[in-house]
């Protein structure tokens, strides 16, 4: 896939708008470690509440079904943003084959799960929705250089996943899965809010737990290692588990 534009500025800026964590050097010290059985990783990578909202749905609407919407035109979007509160923007117009490159990453997930996603074309019918902007904003909110999110629309009506164009084509499909992650009930495995943290509540370091190990990390895996291009064992599982009641 040679459609995505290559550079690095980007993920600089990421590194330091994520990185606010506030938690002291002791918090590590309650984090699963690493080499933890395969239980700890997911329950460290399962974010509850956001797991038992598609279990509850699911099972209201007894569907097996998750739909999705790509904006493939522009539209322009207001967001509430978990870290930085808020972002607006303009949405890309998508072209055919990198739509089709879309749904391709999506159903190889789908292969995995007991859940199918099913693409629609009616937006409003939609769980959620897939959107890429190319970092420019009406506005010049700083959060535009991340590289993803997930968030509510500010109306509180719709679920977007929301792609920054800029990025190389590894980072792109890693972040993609990352926020796909999210939009499906998992959550960073330095997050502590929760109580199971695993390898270190650090966003970067040594100790902490690598995107080789989970995409769900900011981490990149060490050079002796395969950068990942779809979810790892543990993701996996933790995905597996959260949809295992349709099975
Ligand atoms: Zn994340």
Sequence with gaps: MGILMRTSI????????????????????????????????????????????????????DEDEIWYFIQTTEAFFETEEEVMEYAQFQSMSLESDFVEWLDEKISALDKELAVDFVRTDE??????????????????????TMTGYVSETADGEE???VMNWNLDDDSFLTTFYHELGHVLGLEHPF????????????EYGDETAHKGLTLMAYQDPPDDWPYPDFYTENDLLALKRIFEFLE
């Design 191 to 202: 997050a502590s809010d929760d109580d199971d943290c695993i390898g270190s509540t650090e």
């Design 123 to 144: 937006r409003s019918d939609s769980d959620f929705i897939i959107a890429v902007h190319d970092g420019t904003n009406p506005d010049n909110y700083v959060n535009l």
């Design 10 to 61: 980007i993920l600089i800026f990421t590194q330091i708008i994520i990185s606010s964590s506030m938690l002291s050097a002791s918090d590590q010290d309650e984090c699963f470690d690493l080499n933890s059985s395969v239980e700890k990783w997911i329950e460290a990578l399962i974010e509850e509440d956001w797991a038992e909202d598609w279990i509850s749905y699911l099972k209201e609407e």
């Design 159 to 161: 679920y977007v996943l």
